[in-house]
């Protein structure tokens, strides 16, 4: 199995900046893609930023230009700067792996136990 491990949530203000970063562990055999969601009260959960193996990112509209993904392939961690942060920017962040692990049969999909980021105004 996968494991996935987050730290650097927070209480902000509107304007500063934080890091989050997580790793991934365990018996991995292939890490397709790592990715940072959320999910604000009353709301779904959406897709932040995402970065394949490859190196390839995608953001959604609304952090555009504010945050950036990076990551280390080979030691499976992935970080999400944030800039110039938002009061609607508060939410949960998950960090999300697609990842192959040994012993099974296919990529799946595993999530950290998520980190709260508030930002005030």
């Known amino acids: 199995q996968v494991q996935l491990v987050e730290s650097g949530g927070g209480l902000v203000q509107a304007g500063g900046s934080l890091t989050l970063s997580c790793a991934a562990s365990g018996s991995i055999f292939r890490i397709n893609t790592m990715g940072w969601y959320r999910q604000a009260p009353g709301k779904q959960r959406e897709l932040v930023a995402g970065?394949?193996?490859?190196?390839?990112?995608n953001y959604v509209d609304s952090v555009k230009g504010r945050f950036t993904i990076s990551g280390d392939n080979a030691r499976h961690t992935v970080l999400l700067q944030m800039n110039s942060l938002k009061p609607e920017d508060t939410a949960v962040y998950y960090c999300n792996a697609n990842a192959f692990a040994n012993k099974d049969n296919r990529f799946r999909d595993y999530w950290g136990q998520g980190t709260q980021v508030t930002v005030s105004s």
């Open positions: 970065l394949t193996s490859s190196g390839s990112t």
